[in-house]
Every structure is written in structure tokens, then in C-alpha cells.
């Protein structure tokens, strides 16, 4: 973690400490959904004393960014692992498609607790931009297993294909788990439904 937004701890005791205070936030985060916490929580939850979280952080911002960049950049190692292994796999479009699907289904899942926080945390331009960038990698990695297969797409643009599948996966999927905007209609209809039916329309979008 080499964020400018905390200041780096030099002993392993500061080095534990920061780590507490860090899994504490997250923990907070996570059960909050809307990143309403103060620091005092922090503090009482990882025990440390508030004096300790001023001493690494400016403030409640600064701590935030540190927190939703760490989440993110063990969300992108785990996200570029799946797309590795899936990718090793010797599979045809309609085989690969409904597993791409089911793969980002079950990770959005996984991390729909600690991206619900900070995705209503929209208007801070830092972790706006940082998620930003997290969503950019993983659409390009969805983007690349299918266009692995173009000598099996048949629709008559397959750029602007592939694109609107990645899409409408995407917020399909990010409004049944209640992310961003979408709150209010998470939970509508069913899951595996819903991830067998966005595979399959998927596939004969492309190949028909």
C-alpha cells in the first residue's frame, strides 16, 4: 500500500496498529452501507487510540481512500487471477460466455458489501476516480475473453457487441445487489436465474 493518504508506519508495532485501525474500517464499512462512520468508532472498534489514527491520517477522507484503494487493489489481484485461469481454459463462445458471466456474478457478490459504501461515496472525486479505474480494468478483461472469439461472432459490429455485454451485465447485475443507485430494486427476481439468463441472451446476442 503506497497511497500518499497515510503516512507510512516505520516499526512493526505502527505497522499492526495501521493494519487494525484499516480492517476495523473496513468491518465498519461493511456493515454500515452508507461510509457514516467517525473516527472514534475506528478507534473503539480496532483499539487504537484516536490519538494513533491522527497521527497516520488527516481525517475521515483520508482514511476512507486508504481503506477503498487497499479493497481495490486486492478486488483487482483476485478479479485478474479468475480472468487468468478462465482464459487457460480451451472453450467455445457459448461454453465461455455463460462462465465469464457467472465468474463477475459471484465476484461482484463476494465484494458487494465493501463497494455499496464507497459507491455512495460517488461525489468524492478521489474514489470516484479510483473506482473508476477498477471498473475500466475489469470491463477490459470481460472485454478481451470475448473478443477471443471473433471468428464466432457474428453480429455485424462485434466492438459495439461485446461492449453492450459487458454492459447490460454489469448493471443487470449491479442493481439486483443493490449498488450505486439501484438500491431500492436489489433482491428483484431470482439469482442463478438471472445469471443463466444475461449468459444466454449474451450469446445469442453475439452469435446470431
Known amino acids: 500500500m503506497t497511497t500518499p493518504n ?3 508506519p516505520l516499526q512493526d508495532r505502527s505497522r499492526q496498529s495501521l493494519e487494525k485501525v484499516l480492517t476495523a474500517a473496513r468491518q465498519l464499512l461493511c456493515e454500515s452501507v452508507s461510509a457514516d462512520l467517525t473516527l472514534i468508532e475506528v478507534s473503539k472498534a480496532a483499539g487504537v487510540s484516536i490519538g494513533s489514527i491522527y497521527g497516520r491520517f488527516k481525517g475521515k477522507e483520508d482514511l476512507l481512500q486508504v481503506v477503498f484503494e487497499d479493497a481495490l487493489e486486492q478486488m483487482d489481484l483476485e478479479w ?6 478462465l482464459g487457460a481454459r480451451p472453450l467455445t463462445l457459448p461454453e465461455r460466455l455463460p462462465l465469464l458471466v457467472d465468474t463477475l456474478a459471484e465476484f461482484l457478490a463476494r465484494h458487494a458489501a465493501i463497494l455499496k459504501p464507497f459507491m455512495n461515496r460517488a461525489g468524492n472525486a478521489d474514489i470516484a476516480r479510483s473506482g473508476k479505474q477498477s471498473h475500466g480494468r475489469m470491463a477490459a478483461s470481460f472485454i478481451a475473453q470475448i473478443s477471443a472469439h471473433q471468428g464466432e461472432i ?11 455485454c459487458f454492459r447490460i451485465t454489469y448493471s443487470s447485475l449491479a442493481r439486483f445487489l443493490g449498488l450505486g443507485s439501484a438500491a431500492d430494486a436489489a433482491g428483484e427476481g431470482d439469482w442463478n436465474h438471472l445469471k443463466q439468463d444475461l449468459g444466454t441472451m449474451s450469446v445469442l446476442f453475439l452469435t446470431h
Open 6 to 8: 497515510v503516512r507510512p
Open 80 to 85: 485478474q487471477s479468475l480472468m487468468s485461469d
Open 154 to 164: 457474428r453480429h455485424p459490429d462485434p466492438e459495439r457487441a461485446i461492449n453492450s
